[in-house]
């Protein structure tokens, strides 16, 4: 529980602070989890460009 807590803190500042330095982040991840639509629909104000992929075709893990 503290780890994700600590990992929740981190993502957040770190999100933050690439935001304020205008890096600009591309990222892959697939498409059958709910959270990754949260996640995409953040993209434009995260400057993000997420590019998802059928989990079924390429198995793969975060």
Do not use: C, W
Request: aromatic share 10%; proline share 3%; glycine share 2%.
């Amino acid at each position: 529980m503290a780890s994700q807590i600590a990992h929740k803190e981190f993502t957040d500042n770190y999100i933050k602070k690439r935001v304020q330095k205008g890096v600009y982040v591309r990222t892959i991840a697939p498409d059958d989890d709910a959270m990754i639509k949260n996640y995409t629909a953040k993209d434009q104000e995260q400057l993000r460009s997420t590019k998802l992929i059928s989990a079924k075709d390429f198995p793969f893990s975060i």
